[in-house]
């Protein structure tokens, strides 16, 4: 999301009330609603397919093969994610522009040879009893899901944010009507419009990212040349998106809580659902996260940085400091006030929503907990967010692997302590890498300016 505190400074320049309502709208959309995209496309596909769809548990395997793909596929591509962007920040900051397309493609190439290699050999092997539209499909959108991943990170340096959330919604609301129309088939049919709004989405991004950056190369592949992306930015996307996976990956395999869906995917319906609903209540947190940590912060961050280069005076230099950690505290505070408030929310109205959806009340403690886990997971997305700034490397590398190691025992622990600790694994791994981070970061914080001009190489 870096850059996007350009356009957020924009609207609070107007200084109103509606400018600063506009401003969080505008970054609740941005940072979540793809997200939100997803999470209602798949959600309208089962709930209109029902009673079309012949059997309903059709539908069942829809929604489970989906949510396989987008897990697997975030965790394979979470290295170059994370590389990649900073290969691509470094060439710009060089003003070397005419390398960012060719090496996009040759990300691009890497994705889908890697990516489509796995799927085939998994598809083929663990799925015999599936039809082979099935597994084409499946492979297919697999490896668009995965170039997705790779081409939404990388769009993020183009600030373009406005036509990246239009074509998130052009492709899922092709999606959505593809896999409507082509309901009648089946899960292939359903599966057959996913990879069509998909496909959709993944042409629309690239023809911008070309726009946006013409070379008269068009392949190259010196992001894979040693020390060109860092082993730690890798080893950080891998340990994160594991880290928000794996809880239900355990779930999802151990016998006492799941069942078999189709093939060897399974399914944990006692877990599933809360923690689904649950993310949806990150948007307010997300919001406050974009606004306060992308302009105040930044703003300052640049400030800082500037007069540390350009040899701005001592006094100036002190005071940019000052307010880039004040900035960076108060953000943080404001993303942990706003959603404890939304936790009060979903506390108080969980019964009346559970109703709504005509879901039972014996999901309730786990949604309650799992709210709390996505609200510290927007809580440690902020202090990453400042340690990504400032170029903390190993304190990223630490706090991620926190992440997926705690919520890997912790959620083993749970499930044989019994079901009123379910969810509890996911929310104490979070909040021993959010108070973790955040001593950290104090750490850091109080000593920027020795660090800054001490430590250099």
């Not at 083929?124 to 297919?140: A, H, I, K, T």
């Not at 505290?329 to 108080?348: A, C, M, N, Y």
């Amino acid at each position: 999301m870096a850059g996007i505190g350009f356009e957020l400074r924009k609207i609070l320049k107007r200084d109103s009330y509606l400018s600063l309502f506009q401003a969080y709208a505008y970054a609740g959309l941005i940072s979540a609603g793809p997200w939100v995209l997803s999470i209602l496309g798949v959600l309208l596909i089962g709930l209109l397919s029902f009673g079309s769809v012949v059997p309903n548990s059709l539908i069942t395997q829809f929604q489970v093969s989906v949510t396989y793909l987008i897990a697997v596929s975030l965790v394979l591509t979470g290295a170059l994610q994370l590389g990649f962007t900073r290969y691509v920040a470094d060439r710009l900051f060089e003003k070397n522009d005419r390398r960012v397309l060719p090496n996009l493609s040759g990300a691009l190439f890497t994705t889908t040879l890697v990516s489509g290699t796995l799927a085939a050999v998994l598809l083929f092997l663990f799925f015999p009893e599936q039809s082979l539209l099935y597994r084409v499909l499946m492979l297919g959108s697999f490896v668009t899901l995965c170039n997705i991943w790779i081409l939404t990170i990388f769009l993020s340096s183009i600030k373009v944010y406005r036509a990246i959330l239009g074509l998130f919604a052009l492709g899922y609301g092709i999606t959505v009507l593809g896999a409507l129309w082509l309901r009648q088939y089946g899960l292939e049919g359903l599966l057959l419009g996913f990879f069509a709004g998909h496909v959709v989405l993944m042409l629309g991004m690239l023809m911008l990212s070309m726009k946006h950056y013409p070379s008269n190369l068009y392949l190259e592949f010196d992001i894979l040349t040693r020390g060109r992306m860092y082993r730690s930015l890798l080893l950080v996307g891998v340990f994160y998106n594991l880290g928000i996976w794996v809880d239900k990956f355990v779930f999802w395999f151990h016998p006492d809580t799941s069942q078999a869906i189709i093939g060897p995917l399974r399914a944990s319906l006692i877990y599933d659902l809360p923690i689904f609903l649950a993310y949806l209540a990150i948007i307010p947190g997300m919001a406050v996260f974009l606004v306060r940590l992308e302009t105040d912060f930044v703003e300052y961050y640049e400030k800082f940085y500037d007069a540390v280069r350009k040899g701005g005076t001592l006094q100036h230099i002190e005071n940019m400091r000052n307010e880039m950690v004040y900035s960076a505290r108060q953000g943080i505070l404001e993303i942990i006030k706003i959603q404890s408030i939304t936790v009060l929310i979903v506390f108080v109205a969980g019964p009346s929503l559970l109703r709504m959806l005509d879901i039972s009340e014996l999901y309730l403690p786990l949604l309650y907990v799992d709210v709390v886990s996505a609200s510290l997971q927007v809580v440690l997305l902020g202090v990453l967010n400042v340690f990504f700034y400032l170029d903390q490397r190993r304190i990223l590398v630490l706090l991620a692997a926190i992440f997926v190691a705690g919520n890997l025992v912790f959620t083993l622990i749970s499930i044989s302590l019994g079901a009123p600790f379910y969810g509890y694994g996911f929310a104490l791994s979070l909040l021993i890498a959010v108070i973790t981070g955040l001593r950290l970061l104090d750490r850091k914080l109080d000593l920027l300016e020795y660090e800054t001009f001490m430590l250099q190489k």
